[in-house]
């Protein structure tokens, strides 16, 4: 019962301290005004007295409430300190202002200004460090206008510029997302200054540690977790985090709740081999232009431009070359002859990392031609219809890692290159009408690989 009093009572420090911060600095503005001549000081130097008298009185009060409010604990034993004694020491220098300015002390006026001046610094001192326990140390400057921050050497930067240099797949998910998010929503009650139910949001390993409660993650039911189940109770509740100041976003809760259930590790990551959820992504891109649609190999792979050299002596050769995109390096290229060389094909050599699409049909190629294209590992469409190829032509073909779509309409493969085509790992759309190709293989082949496009007109 008594520790409950004691809590109820320091609760209202916040309150009682602004009492004599307003007072003394009255005290010190009417100082100023009387300075303006002898009619103005006689009319205030009484009020001054006055002011000064209570505003130490006042301060004795508030004193007494944050004593009481500092036995709960959970503030920065330093910050405390100098809080406590800053507030004592102004204390006193408000009761000595109050005698010298009654007389009740007679020294030189000038002692009066200094101490007056001193009650001024120690009240902004004392105010800052008292922010710092409650709120944290860069609350002053945490919303401050930018040109404030730049004076304060302080990064400005907005969600959407946080990664503009940093390739997605390579974003660690709490260091550079939840714990921004911590700093911004919790850290102000719970940092080393201020441990609120002695639990410390500031780093990844106090955040394991807990609290007084125990954990607050759960990897298994992340809602049912202390930390989710807090943000996400209706916001009157009163166990609702936080409890002022802006709440966490619908899109910070959801970017916590797939950390935790993907195991809450340290330097976990979103990628594109992990499935995030289509809201997840509207989330990421919208709040920090970080785009994890699922993406070709092309628009993922990065690779050096091809010098004007290189594109004007492949383009000798009879093909066409157009560029996958703005900022892509990739290209396709289209053979535009009716009958091509070996020699021709090996030029392409000298675009076998950026040639991602091509286009060699109708062009009399055979199956020996093709050991040329071995090379290209970033090939992901290919079209040869058209041709005369045999099954021989699939040694040339199956291997390829990124290669989705494979136009062999009008050629001479069988069921044999049936068979191998469709266990290449990112194959997803095949064309085979008019070949060798039996209506019933391409039916069982059908059935068992559903996840493969097989266009077949047999007709």
């Known amino acids: ?10 609760r209202f420090h916040p309150l009682v301290v602004h009492m004599p911060i307003g007072i003394l600095l009255l005290a010190g503005l009417m100082q100023i005004i009387s300075l303006k001549g002898k009619n103005y000081a006689r009319a205030l130097n009484p009020a001054i007295s006055f002011t000064l008298f209570w505003g130490g009185i006042s301060s004795l009060g ?45 020294l030189q006026k000038v002692i009066f200004y200094i101490s007056l ?56 998910v709490f260091p550079k997302l939840i714990q921004p998010i911590l700093d911004k929503k919790c850290t102000n009650c719970h940092n080393s200054n201020k441990l609120e139910g002695g639990l410390l949001l500031t780093n990844y390993k106090e955040i394991f540690k807990g609290g007084d409660n125990g954990t607050i993650i759960n990897t298994k039911t992340p809602f049912k977790s202390e930390w989710l189940n807090r943000v996400t109770l209706p916001k009157g509740h009163k166990k609702f985090m936080p409890p002022k100041g802006s709440p966490m976003t619908y899109g910070e809760i959801q970017i916590i ?17 992990k499935e995030l959820d289509e809201e997840l992504i509207i989330t990421l891109l919208r709040d920090y232009n970080l785009d994890y649609n699922p993406k070709a190999h092309y628009e993922k792979v990065k690779v050096d431009s091809l010098s004007m050299s290189v594109i004007s002596e492949i383009a000798k050769n009879n093909f066409t070359i157009d560029v996958m995109g703005e900022n892509s390096n990739m290209i396709s290229v289209t053979y535009k002859g009716d009958s091509i060389r070996k020699s021709q094909m090996e030029k392409l050599l000298l675009a076998k990392n950026q040639i991602t699409w091509l286009d060699l049909s109708n062009c009399n190629l055979t199956d020996d031609m093709l050991s040329v294209i071995t090379d290209f590992t970033n090939l992901t469409r290919l079209n040869v219809h058209s041709n005369p190829l045999t099954d021989g032509s699939l040694y040339y073909i199956e291997n390829f890692k990124y290669l989705t779509s494979i136009n062999m309409y009008n050629t001479k493969i069988s069921n044999e290159s049936l068979e191998k085509l469709v266990l290449m790992p990112s194959l997803a759309k095949l064309f085979v009408w008019k070949t060798d190709i039996s209506k019933e293989e391409i039916q069982n082949i059908s059935d068992k690989y559903s996840h493969i496009e097989i266009v077949a007109n047999l007709n």
Do not use: C
Request: glycine share 10%.
């Open 1 to 10: 019962m008594e520790e409950n009093i004691v809590t109820f009572l320091g």
């Open 62 to 106: 508030a004193i007494f409430i944050g004593w009481l409010l500092s036995l709960q604990g959970g503030y920065d034993d330093d910050t405390l300190f100098w809080h406590k004694w800053l507030g004592i020491i102004l204390t006193a220098l408000s009761f000595f202002a109050w005698l010298l300015k009654t007389n009740k002390i007679r």
């Open 117 to 172: 001046a001193l009650v001024m610094v120690l009240v902004g001192a004392t105010g800052h460090l008292g922010g710092n326990l409650t709120h944290g140390d860069t609350y002053l400057i945490q919303y401050a206008p930018n040109f404030i921050k730049n004076i304060a050497g302080v990064e400005i930067k907005t969600n959407n510029d946080l990664f503009t240099d940093i390739h997605p797949d390579s974003i660690q």
């Open 257 to 273: 709740e797939w950390w935790m259930r993907n195991g809450a590790d340290s330097i976990s990551k979103f990628n594109f081999s």
